[in-house]
């Protein structure tokens, strides 16, 4: 009987030993699956935050990227802008100047046929005064001339005077 006994408290203990093991093994697993559960979705929640972080790296690149391609263009036409306003700016002030000259020139060009149209009209006058004072001169010479022969055409009268004393 005892034996019976024996027998039954070692099953009964092996049993319970057997169930023992059971569950740590049991337990060992479950913590296993779910710590392999926690590192695949701690993987996962890395990966997710890798790519987001990627994605935003990358459009913070693009932006940039746009930003700087559109200054590049803005300084570009800025520039261009500038040049045509100062090739304008000098055309501008190369006809003004041109224009000027052009304007001085023909302002010497008739100050000088004034100066040429005053200096012939004062030569004809010279010459037309002069020639006014020749015929003049000739004039009274000849009328001189013709008083002379008058004169002397009639000195027998004018003797004749003298000696009856009116001539004094």
Do not use: T
């Not at 040429?116 to 001169?137: F, H, L, N, Q, S």
């Amino acid at each position: 009987m005892e034996r019976k006994e024996r027998k039954e408290r070692k099953e009964r203990k092996e049993r319970k030993e057997r169930k023992e093991r059971k569950e740590r093994k049991e337990r060992k697993e479950r913590k296993e699956r779910k710590e392999r559960k926690e590192r695949k979705e701690r993987k996962e929640r890395e990966e997710r935050k890798e790519r987001k972080e990627r994605k935003e790296r990358k459009e913070r690149k693009e932006r940039k990227e746009r930003k700087e391609r559109k200054e590049r263009k803005e300084r570009k036409e800025r520039k261009e802008r500038k040049e045509r306003k100062e090739r304008k700016e000098r055309k501008e002030r190369k006809e003004r100047k041109e224009r000027k000259e052009r304007k001085e020139r023909k302002e010497r060009k008739e100050r000088k046929e004034r100066k040429e149209r005053k200096e012939r009209k004062e030569r004809k006058e010279r010459k037309e005064r002069k020639e006014r004072k020749e015929r003049k001169e000739r004039k009274e010479r000849k009328e001189r001339k013709e008083r002379k022969e008058w004169w002397e055409f009639e000195r027998p009268w004018a003797d004749q005077v003298e000696v009856h004393g009116w001539w004094e």
